[in-house]
């Protein structure tokens, strides 16, 4: 089976007594790619050529010291981690080595054990970093690209011919479906893309702290209102201002955001000039409001003021083809994000899902949508770290969901469940994996895997 994993610690290690070089490289093996360099000149002659994450430097060497190392090597690579070693450990070295830009010191004499630990603190760091890259380079995918349902086709499609306009757009659907999403999506790939994205959940407040947060208020409009304050709207001025289940706004909320969408013009709560703005709006909603236009819950001119251009993003459920390929995505990102919580040990996490797990993950309706298949991958990113994941790392509120849901669509006179529970017991043991394999599989223990064995009659 093959995981996700970081490259090995690059480690250059510097001290001109050549015995000490040797001994820290010989510790470092195995955990990670070390040479060494006799010199704090010769270090910088083989970081220019090639970069490592951590530079472990002794603190007094003939020429430059391992504090002024420390300011080149920042200098040259902001981002490698450097520790200085010293025989000559007190407060007053390690301020100097911090101030210098050292992330720690070592005191010398150090036991294995100290270098295992400085090992593994440097190893977070720099898998965070990793990370947070992986995650920079990243910026721009959806969790829509690369799916092929005709649904997602449809919202690609959607997206690139409607993003380089200005025009405001209204995304509907099922809670969790991704509306968010599609929204930064469409900022994403707009002239305003260099320019903020600012986010406004419509339920979170109440109706005078949220007019005073997305429009902004003047110094005494209320009680607490010391000073001027800038809404969300002059926030995203020049950019793009995502107003998310705004069929929940007030009716004063409503008459506000509509002469916005006419005039292009705010007021600030206790204010009465205008302030002209640049903003795109882009909004969503799970509330059906032709049917709140109808019950004049919610106002028509400002309806159709939104509904210029609408998308309705179809939920997981009626997108079945694309649950496999997106778990496996989502899983992927969830592994990067918490591999540096995870022991060194352990930094790994499946790179695939097993076909028990994956179909019972077909079978499951998905209420919660794409943000629910997401909480369910980060689940199985933390409990399934380094090893293949089993049905034990799944809710088991799923698992009975699917398994009813499975049950409903089999034929009359199908077979019982204690025979289906043998079949596919029967199924895992022919693989000719080990019973504690076996067990892992089923998502039990070996002893329970034993006792339905002798249950069901199983050889």
Known sequence: MSVLSDPPLEVLVVDDDPAIVRMLLLGLKGNCTARGASSAEAALVLLKKAPVDLVLTDMCMEGLSGVELVREVLALSPETTCVVMTAFASYETAVAAIKAGAFDYLPKPFSVDQLDHLIAKVSTLVALRRENRRLRAGEGTDWFEGLTSPACLALQTFVERIAPSEVTVLLTGETGSGKTELARAIHRRSSRKDKPFVEVMCTALAEQLFESE???????????????????????????????????????????????????????????????????????????????????????????????????????????????????????????????????????????????????????????????????????????????????????????????????????????????????????????????????????????????RKELGLA
């Open 214 to 452: 997305v429009f902004g208020h003047v110094r005494g409009a209320f009680t607490g209102a010391v000073r001027d304050h800038a809404g969300k709207f002059e926030t995203a001025d020049g950019g793009t201002l995502f107003l998310d289940e705004i069929g929940e706004l007030s009716a004063s909320s409503q008459a506000k955001l509509l002469r916005f969408l006419e005039d292009r013009v705010i007021e600030r709560v206790g204010d009465n000039h205008p302030l002209r703005l640049d903003v795109r709006i882009l909004a969503a909603t799970n509330r059906l409001l032709p049917e709140m236009v109808r019950t004049r819950q919610f106002r028509e001119d400002l309806y159709y003021r939104l509904n210029m251009f609408e998308c309705l993003v179809p939920p997981l459920r009626e997108r079945q083809e694309d649950i496999a390929p997106l778990a496996l995505r989502l899983l992927r990102v969830a592994s990067q994000k918490y591999a540096s919580l995870l022991a060194p040990s352990a930094r790994v996490s499946p790179a695939a899902v097993p076909k028990a797990v994956l179909s019972t993950l077909l079978s499951y309706g998905w209420p919660g949508n794409v943000r629910e298949l997401r909480n369910v991958m980060e689940r199985i990113a933390l409990l399934a770290a380094g090893r293949e994941a089993v049905l034990g790392d799944l809710p088991p509120a799923l698992v009975s969901a699917s398994a009813n849901a499975s049950a409903e669509g089999l034929p009359e006179g199908s077979l019982t469940l204690r025979e289906l529970e043998a079949q596919h017991i029967r199924k895992v043991l022919e693989r000719g994996v080990s019973m504690d394999q076996a067990a892992a599989s089923l998502g039990i223990t070996t002893v329970t895997l034993w006792r339905k």
